[in-house]
């Protein structure tokens, strides 16, 4: 358990460089599978999930170099074709190994995923669309087996624009035979990430960002180079520590149309947000109104960076109505901000927050990454100190949380 102290009210100023996208670049090692050879990814973050991820990438035979922040993976001619539970428990992006090995191999075994425990995120859209593409699939023991002779394009309609079911059955349908559609696809940038590498592997598919996902399979691929895109929730965290705390806080690089949506917000709420290229600045005197929020897939506003507004929230002038429609667990840490003296009241997936003048330091605990966010977020704007204990939450998302905090004037540090 790792513990950090924050004595909060202290104005933030100054220039906070921007990670690679955490939801692109495990999809992009998963995808590296599907061809032998030396692919490449550069810009990628230092966080526990890459390095569950290279773990199992290991354990499938893969080859890894992890030097600054590029990735050299040397994929086999053999690989393995088992995704053990060890690993998979750790993290839910484990299951996108699954379509590059079917595609690939014919067959793959997988461990049930693990990962944060904010609610219900069942794979039943991943392994219907594996059945329609041909597979056969049983569950056994924990595990999740699919086998099929020869993967063969469809047009599957997903029930929910479920981002990592898109992803894992573009993969898979990369390697089929004729073409497949996705319909009602996850339009997340994450997703043309993945739309992107793979072109460069030599696959054909096009209308990523789109809702409609056309595949026309191809035989074999062949390794890749790439630069993996900002990552938009990292940018928006940091974009309402500038705002909680005060000051002017620089994020860059970032693409700015990627958090279009918490900029409108952050306008609203009457925080100066100014935009510039691959840069975003916010002004902020640490005095804002409330504003309402409601969680939706893409370009809705993103689940991801629910909590930290709610932190924001608890210091706003008026209340707020915030409302989560991805997730069923995404609150586990109000309780933590009422210790810091929030006013909030949970009703379903809704939350009413009624702004306080002050937030006082207390000791908290991070029940999952983004509540983790948001509990360091409000120890920022709270007066006092504040302990946060962490048992490797934040690793798993934020490459170097605690230096990037220091840097624009952050009082943060880690207790011995």
């Known amino acids: 358990m790792r513990r950090i102290r924050i004595n909060g009210r202290r104005q933030l100023k100054g220039l906070i460089p921007i990670s690679g996208a955490k939801n692109a670049v495990l999809k992009l090692m998963a995808a590296a599978l599907m061809a032998p050879g030396e692919s490449v990814i550069h810009n990628v973050p230092h966080i526990q999930d890459v390095f569950t991820m290279v773990d199992l990438l290991k354990t499938l035979?893969?080859?890894?170099?992890?030097?600054?922040?590029?990735?050299?993976?040397?994929?086999?001619?053999?690989?393995?074709?088992?995704?053990?539970?060890?690993?998979?428990r750790k993290m839910r992006a484990s299951i996108q190994v699954m379509g590059p090995l079917l595609g690939r191999l014919g067959r793959v075994r997988v461990s049930l995923p693990g990962g944060c425990a904010i609610g219900e995120r069942p794979i039943d859209f991943h392994l219907k669309g594996f059945k329609q593409l041909g597979a056969q699939i049983r569950e056994e023991h924990g595990y999740i087996y699919a086998e099929v002779?020869?993967?063969r394009g469809v047009d599957i309609q997903l029930d929910y624009p479920s981002v990592g079911a898109t992803e894992n059955l573009m993969m898979a349908a990369a390697l089929a035979k004729g073409t497949t559609q996705i319909r009602n696809a996850a339009r997340e940038p994450e997703i043309i990430e993945v739309q992107n590498f793979l072109n460069q592997m030599g696959a054909r598919i096009r209308g990523a960002g789109t809702d409609v996902i056309r595949i026309d399979g191809v035989e074999t691929l062949h390794p890749a180079e790439h630069t993996v895109i900002p990552d938009r929730i990292e940018a928006?965290?940091?974009?309402v520590a500038g705002a909680i705390a005060g000051g002017e806080v620089t994020l860059q690089p970032v693409i700015p149309q990627h958090v279009s949506s918490l900029i409108a917000k952050l306008e609203e709420a009457g925080i100066e947000v100014s935009v510039e290229d691959d840069k975003i600045t916010v002004y902020s005197t640490g005095s804002y109104r409330a504003v309402n929020f409601q969680s939706l897939p893409y370009p809705g506003f993103p689940t991801d960076l629910l909590p930290q507004v709610m932190a924001m929230m608890t210091l706003a002038k008026g209340t707020s109505v915030i409302r989560e429609t991805v997730y069923t667990n995404r609150y586990k840490h109000v309780s933590e901000l009422r210790r810091m003296g929030a006013?909030?009241?949970?009703?379903?997936?809704?939350?009413?927050?009624?702004?306080?003048?002050?937030?006082?330091?207390?000791?908290?605990?991070?029940?999952?990454?983004?509540?983790?966010?948001?509990?360091?977020?409000?120890?920022?704007?709270?007066?006092g100190t504040t302990i946060v204990e962490d048992d490797g939450h934040l690793d798993r998302g934020y490459d170097n949380l605690v230096g990037k905090l220091q840097g624009v004037g952050a009082e943060i540090g880690f207790l011995e």
Do not use: C, W
């Open 61 to 88: 035979g893969v080859g890894v170099q992890f030097e600054e922040n590029t990735l050299r993976l040397a994929v086999g001619e053999q690989i393995g074709e088992e995704a053990p539970h060890e690993l998979v």
């Open 343 to 383: 006013n909030i009241i949970l009703a379903d997936r809704s939350a009413v927050v009624q702004g306080v003048s002050a937030l006082s330091g207390a000791e908290v605990v991070v029940p999952d990454l983004r509540a983790g966010a948001a509990l360091v977020l409000a120890g920022l704007g709270a007066h």
């Open 149 to 151: 002779k020869e993967l």
């Open 236 to 239: 928006g965290t940091y974009m």
